[in-house]
């Protein structure tokens, strides 16, 4: 059984950095798409970011160059750098795993991609 659990998330003024975290847990050394999503509130799930098994990322045009998608296979860890929030980053932050595509991401920004998904952290940027 395979879970994600977020962490990292907060409150921060404009212009701040978060770094938010993923721990997969029950699975190790399996080829995955990893990706963060995020919803804010009234709105649908948002690609952010996604890295292949073998270190490929893809990073949505909102966040360019300001957002870094980055991961640990030793701890089994997700990051996401989070630099020069703006108020409109404020969301729930989600990192989701898709264990079919053999670690390529296929389709890196449809959600219905990812079998599992964490519980989301809340980044506020006021």
């Known amino acids: 059984h395979v879970q994600l659990v977020e962490s990292g998330g907060g409150s921060v003024g404009a212009g701040g950095s978060l770094r938010l975290s993923c721990e997969v847990i029950?699975?190790?050394?399996?080829?995955?798409?990893m990706g963060w999503f995020r919803q804010a509130s009234g709105k649908e799930h948002e690609g952010v970011a996604t890295?292949?098994?073998?270190?490929?990322?893809r990073h949505a045009d909102s966040v360019k160059g300001r957002f870094t998608i980055t991961q640990d296979k030793a701890k089994n860890t997700l990051y996401l750098q989070t630099n020069s929030l703006k108020p409109e980053d404020t969301a729930m932050y989600y990192c989701?795993?898709?264990?079919?595509?053999?670690?390529?991401?296929?389709?890196?920004?449809?959600?219905?991609?990812?079998?599992?998904w964490g519980q989301g952290t809340q980044v506020t940027v006021s």
């Open positions: 029950g699975v190790v050394d399996s080829p995955r798409c």
């Open positions: 890295i292949g098994w073998h270190g490929d990322t």
């Open positions: 989701a795993a898709d264990c079919g595509g053999g670690g390529h991401c296929y389709w890196p920004f449809i959600p219905n991609e990812y079998n599992y």
